[in-house]
Nanobody, 121 residues
Framework: QVQVVESGGGLVQPGGSLRLSCTASGSIQSINAMGWYRRAPGAQRELVARITHNGRSNYADSVKGRFTISRDNAKNTVSLLMNSLKPEDTAVYYC???????????????WGQGTQVTVSS
């Protein structure tokens, strides 16, 4: 069994900062990439940022220069530092891990339950 758990959401004023954290645990052989996605009300889920095992990252254009993704391979954790937050960043943020479980087979996506981020004055 594999668990992906996020933390760190909340309410913040425009221009403020938040850090999201995520840990993957359980029957994990290795993790390819970890990332953050979000779903705003009435919108589709979209990629926010993603980082590979080797540390290569990519970001949505809307968050470049404001958000920073980082990863600790030894701890199976990924973090998202969000600065200069805007009301349009309001969404449920989901952690994703593309990983190989210990019971074999191809890599699969595992998702956290989501954490709410609300940017409002």
């Amino acid at each position: 069994q594999v668990q992906v758990v996020e933390s760190g959401g909340g309410l913040v004023q425009p221009g403020g900062s938040l850090r999201l954290s995520c840990t993957a645990s359980g029957s994990i052989q290795s993790i390819n990439a970890m990332g953050w996605y979000r779903r705003a009300p009435g919108a589709q889920r979209e990629l926010v940022a993603r980082i590979t095992h080797n540390g290569r990252s990519n970001y949505a254009d809307s968050v470049k220069g404001r958000f920073t993704i980082s990863r600790d391979n030894a701890k199976n954790t990924v973090s998202l530092l969000m600065n200069s937050l805007k009301p349009e960043d309001t969404a449920v943020y989901y952690c994703n891990a593309d990983l190989y479980p210990t019971w074999g087979g191809p890599s699969s996506d595992y998702w956290g339950q989501g954490t709410q981020v609300t940017v409002s004055s």
